[in-house]
């Protein structure tokens, strides 16, 4: 079946530290690739997305690059803010059909001054 | 637009207990899923409604839980009798037709005691 894979947290960085959030996924069919984000206290939000091989989504200075060789999309942002500080989801969808989404397990990402 | 609400925000029960979670969709939106965090692990697929029909519950985890969503707005998720292992956060989620994007509530915070 098809599943996600991202690296254990919590992460633990120094404002403006660079951030790297492992992804990587297997899928029956060809997925679309997705970051979502949870503040504190809030629901989660579509942070980036990329729907096609070599497609890079963005957002709020946060990258990710849709690799289909390594099955990879990898979350990255060069120089976080406490104001970061979220628990970071990687998804995919198999488009078609009912477009159930499949999540990791979440990566925690605590940001100090 | 008005979001995808859940209520309550946070519900504690005694084991054996009903709690019963309510999820009201963006107006419009034909797609809702139900899906839950337990324990820090990832985001699992509950079930899936179009309109009021049920097109996927396979990620339901046993006839404790049931679902519905009558007339094809709001949806409700019943946990009767709840037991320790349903604690969690459940999220539900409404999506338009075609490729359209997922929108989350805030979750219920369950805790089973």
């Known amino acids: 079946g098809d599943s996600v894979t991202q690296m254990e947290g919590p992460v633990t960085l120094s404002e403006e530290a660079f951030l790297t959030i492992n992804c990587t996924y297997t899928a029956t069919g060809y997925p679309s690739l997705f970051w979502y984000v949870q503040y504190p206290g809030e629901g989660l939000q579509l942070l980036l997305k990329?729907?096609?091989?070599?497609d890079k989504g963005s957002n709020k200075g946060f990258e990710a690059t849709y690799r289909k060789e390594t099955t990879s999309f990898h979350l990255e942002k060069g120089s976080v803010q406490v104001s970061d500080s979220a628990v970071y989801f990687c998804?995919?969808?198999?488009?078609?059909?009912?477009?159930?989404?499949?999540f990791g397990t979440g990566t925690k990402l605590q940001v100090i001054p | 637009e008005a979001g995808v609400t859940q209520f309550p925000s946070h519900s504690v029960i005694e084991k054996g207990q009903t709690v019963t979670l309510r999820c009201d969709p963006i107006?419009?939106?034909?797609?809702l899923y139900w899906y839950r965090r337990v324990m820090g692990k990832e985001i699992k697929f509950l079930l899936h409604?179009?309109?009021?029909?049920?097109?996927?519950e396979s990620g339901m985890p046993n006839n404790r839980f049931l679902a519905e969503r009558t007339g094809g707005t709001y949806s409700t998720l019943k946990v009767q009798p709840a037991e320790l292992e349903d604690s969690g956060v459940y999220f539900c989620?409404?999506?338009?037709?075609?490729?359209?994007?997922?929108?989350f509530g805030n979750g219920t915070r369950l805790t089973v005691t």
């Open positions: 107006s419009g939106h034909d797609n």
């Open positions: 998804a995919l969808r198999i488009d078609g059909g009912y477009q159930k989404v499949t």
């Open positions: 989620a409404s999506r338009g037709t075609g490729r359209s994007p997922l929108h």
């Open positions: 990329a729907t096609k091989a070599d």
């Open positions: 409604f179009v309109k009021e029909s049920k097109q996927d």
